[in-house]
Nanobody, 128 residues
Framework: QVQLVESGGGLVQAGGSLRLSCARSGRTFSISANAMAWVRQAPGKEREFVAAISWDGYVTYYAEPVKGRFTISRDNAKNLVYLQMSGLKPEDTAVYFC???????????????????WGQGTQVTVSS
C-alpha cells in the first residue's frame, strides 16, 4: 500500500505562485517507478484532473485550464513529486490531491480512474 502526503498549500493572492509537494509516507514503498498525478476538487464540484508525469519524468500532461501556468516535476532519488503553480487564479481554489498509478513503469495515465493511491490533499486558496 502506497501512502502519499501532500504539502505546500496555502492562501495566495491572484497572480501569485505556490509549489506543492507530494511525498510517500514511510520508507516501505517507492514511488519512483510509478506515474504520478495531481488532481483537484473545488467546493461542490467533482474532482478535476490537473497534471500527470511519467515514471521517468520524460512525459507530462496538463489539463487545458492549467497549461502554461502549472509545471509538474519529480525527483525520483527523493521520492518526491512537485506541482509548481504560477499565475494563480481564484478558480484554482481547491483541495489538491496527489495520486500514484499502481502499475510500475507503465504508460502515463491522463484520467482519474487510472490512479490507485491517493493522499489526503492540501488546500489551495487564491484570493482575488
Amino acid at each position: 500500500q502506497v501512502q502519499l502526503v501532500e504539502s505546500g498549500g496555502g492562501l495566495v493572492q491572484a497572480g501569485g505562485s505556490l509549489r506543492l509537494s507530494c511525498a510517500r509516507s514511510g520508507r516501505t514503498f517507492s514511488i519512483s517507478a510509478n506515474a504520478m498525478a495531481w488532481v483537484r476538487q473545488a467546493p461542490g464540484k467533482e474532482r478535476e484532473f490537473v497534471a500527470a508525469i511519467s515514471w521517468d519524468g520524460y512525459v507530462t500532461y496538463y489539463a487545458e485550464p492549467v497549461k502554461g501556468r502549472f509545471t509538474i516535476s519529480r525527483d525520483n532519488a527523493k521520492n518526491l513529486v512537485y506541482l509548481q503553480m504560477s499565475g494563480l487564479k481564484p478558480e484554482d481554489t481547491a483541495v489538491y490531491f496527489c495520486a500514484a498509478d499502481s502499475t510500475q513503469f507503465g504508460r502515463l495515465g491522463t484520467t482519474i480512474r487510472q490512479y490507485t493511491y491517493w493522499g489526503q490533499g492540501t488546500q489551495v486558496t487564491v484570493s482575488s
